[in-house]
């Protein structure tokens, strides 16, 4: 390096490069980041892909280049005249001495603008099928842990937990705290996404954020948070906004949720509901574990009592038999002499009692094939039964062909 | 179309330090054991078994439901990689 030259004040002269050097450092110094709000205009974009562009208001301008890597990006397409915010660095581009916006981002400023963009991406992606129900996969029925990306501020990370501890008390929650609106507060959340989608005890993930205007929602609709959604391996169930306000992370995500407490119910089973399934069923183990034990005592007991030693049950047997038998003999004895008494009597009335006397009048008498049982009423007999008719002389097989009541 | 989560239907198991099995299961296996034994075809030594093991089936799901505070982390990247820390948000029930 040469000494530097100086003037005859001892002012030092400088080189062209060195005085764009120099510039350099003080913008960077001076300004940082920069936000612009400004409308495009002498768009071109580069065969590589990078985006050219005036920035400018009624009374200004500045060059704007944005390269490929950021503009690929932005999820929109910008046109002349539309009006734009813009985040970026301020830079000389050397070899032109011209001051230029080196942009990292770029989003469509407006309601209007804001709406078309989104419908432009939505498109995009559901051309690619990111939103397919296919990809959508069924949510844990009991997380080991939740992931919850969320500012904890504010009050939707109170109201989430409050709904789990409701819910499912003994609920483990990991937070990975997030802005969730502002410039480039997507980049933080698919940080958290992707962190907590490596963690293995994670099995869901939230994404919760309060309602707001398109543009306050407008991360949630970022095309890089929409596809880290997508790609994670983990369920995933969006809750921003309210009922009425749709991002496109709300159409990736495995599950939507209108508020923080509906995901907090989607994410975990309730409590009190399990316990007593639970009880129940222990309760029916134990009733009917019982019913058996029960039982089996009753089995026990019956046989025990049927248990005696056979000597002794011989000897009792023996007394039995000759007690028996005395009074058997006793007995039949008497019962000898009452019942020739009672047969005179009888034989008088056996011919009219006889059954046979009746079949010979001319009666039938109809008893059941299957068990003999005689029969009474038609009913006893449906169609099909195989009877059997006795007759004074002879029996007749036959089958029920109809059977009628009375 | 779109290939999402290439090669991953689910995520890993965490190894042999998740010994224990998960609700759902064990919830079902429960249920599963109280149908055996009211379908009355198990002989007592069964029976008893399947009492035992539903019995304690049935604790371990109690234990998972029993009331107990909830955990919260805050999980912080650092230049070492993440930690977490219990995150105390000040109960407002």
């Known amino acids: 390096m040469r000494d530097p030259a100086t003037d005859a004040d001892g002012v030092p002269i400088l080189g062209v490069s060195e005085l764009v050097e120099l510039l350099r450092g003080t913008l960077r110094d001076a300004f940082g980041e920069v936000r612009v709000e400004g409308e495009v205009a002498s768009l071109f974009r580069s065969r590589p892909g990078h985006l050219y562009f005036d920035l400018k208001d009624d009374a200004a301008l500045v060059r704007a280049v944005m390269f490929r890597a950021a503009a690929s990006a932005i999820g929109f397409e910008p046109r002349d005249g539309m009006l734009v915010q813009a985040r ?22 407006g309601e209007g603008a804001l709406r078309a963009a989104f419908e432009k991406l939505k498109a995009k992606l559901a051309a690619e099928g990111l939103f397919d129900d296919e990809h959508k996969r069924p949510l844990p029925f009991l997380p080991r842990r939740i992931g919850l990306v969320t500012s904890i501020q504010g009050a939707v990370i109170h109201d989430f937990l409050r709904a789990l501890r409701r819910r499912f008390p003994s609920s483990e929650v990991v937070v990975w705290d997030a802005r969730v609106q502002g410039e480039g507060a997507w980049r933080e959340i698919v940080r958290g996404l992707h962190l907590l989608d490596a963690d293995p005890t994670v099995e869901v993930i939230v994404l919760a954020r309060g309602g707001g205007s398109l543009e306050d929602l407008w991360n949630f609709n970022r095309e890089e948070l929409v596809r880290a959604v997508f790609e994670a391996t983990t369920p995933i169930v969006s809750a921003i906004g ?6 496109l992370c709300d159409l990736v995500a495995d599950a939507r949720a209108a508020t923080p407490t509906a995901a907090a119910a989607l994410v975990v089973p309730d409590a009190a509901q399990l316990v007593q ?4 069923l222990e309760l029916r183990l134990t009733t009917r574990t019982r019913a058996i034990l029960r039982e089996l005592a009753h089995r026990l007991e019956a046989l025990r009592r049927g248990l005696v030693h056979p000597a002794r049950r ?3 047997s023996a007394l039995r038999l000759r007690e028996q038998r005395q009074r058997l003999s006793a007995a039949a004895v008497r019962a000898l ?6 047969l005179a009597g009888l034989a008088g009335r056996l011919d009219a009692l006889s059954p046979l006397a009746v079949l010979a009048r001319g009666f039938g008498l109809a008893f059941r094939e299957s068990d003999g049982a005689i029969l009474r009423e038609a009913r006893q007999a449906p169609p099909g039964e195989a009877i059997l008719v006795r007759l ?15 | 179309m779109a290939a999402r989560r290439a090669g991953s239907d689910a995520k890993p198991e965490t190894g042999s330090a998740e010994a ?4 759902e299961d064990a919830l079902a296996k429960l249920e599963a054991l109280v149908h055996k034994l009211e379908s009355g075809e198990l002989d007592l030594e069964q029976a008893l078994g399947t009492f035992e093991e539903g019995v304690a089936l049935a604790k371990l799901c109690s234990g998972r439901l029993e009331t107990a505070e909830l955990r919260i982390q805050k999980l912080e990247a650092g230049a070492s990689g993440t930690v977490e820390r219990a995150l105390a948000l000040g109960d407002d029930d």
Do not use: K
């Not at chain 1, 309210?242 to 991002?247: A, I, M, P, R, T």
């Open chain 1, 337 to 342: 002499e009452r019942a020739g008494a009672r």
């Open chain 1, 392 to 406: 004074a002389r002879g029996r007749l097989r036959a089958t029920v062909r109809e059977s009628l009541e009375d």
């Open chain 2, 20 to 23: 224990q099995p998960r609700f």
């Open chain 1, 314 to 316: 011989l000897a009792e």
């Open chain 1, 277 to 280: 399934r639970v009880d129940e």
């Open chain 1, 88 to 109: 970026g660095r301020l830079d000389v581009y050397a070899e032109r001495g011209a001051l230029q916006l080196v942009l990292s981002e770029l989003r469509p400023c």
């Open chain 1, 242 to 247: 309210h009922e009425s306000d749709w991002v």
